[in-house]
């Protein structure tokens, strides 16, 4: 299982951005994939997942109505559109999968950094 994320860079506030992962390995019908992100200082935290299998999506209550997670299965990629940006999302933004019956991430993809001036 490979994961691939992109699209991270420098945006003021308000601004919006959308973050791909490239996913490749095995088919990921019976996986969940998820963004969590990181800022300087802090542990990492949960942003958003989606169910492979059946689109249903969750959020990080600090991103719920701003972000939102959705994928593309002709190109094995999930996109998080993160809009109303504040500096406060500054971190680096890591996709990462696991097994729907498991609770943990076992796969993980580099980070993208996302940087919100305000």
């Known amino acids: 299982v490979q994961l691939q994320a992109s699209g991270g860079g420098l945006v003021q506030a308000g601004g919006s951005l959308r973050l791909s992962c490239a996913t490749s390995?095995?088919?990921?019908?019976?996986?969940?994939v998820g963004w969590f992100r990181q800022a300087p200082g802090k542990e990492r935290e949960f942003a958003a997942a989606?169910?492979?299998?059946?689109?249903?999506?969750y959020y990080a209550d600090s991103v719920k109505g701003r972000f939102t997670i959705s994928k593309d299965n002709a190109k094995n990629t999930v996109y998080l559109q993160m809009n109303s940006l504040e500096p406060e999302d500054t971190a680096v933004y890591y996709c990462?999968?696991?097994?729907?019956?498991?609770?943990?991430?076992?796969?993980w993809g580099q980070g993208t950094q996302v940087t919100v001036s305000s």
């Open positions: 990462a999968a696991r097994y729907v019956r498991s609770s943990v991430y076992d796969y």
């Open positions: 390995g095995r088919t990921f019908n019976d996986f969940v």
């Open positions: 989606i169910i492979w299998s059946s689109g249903t999506t």
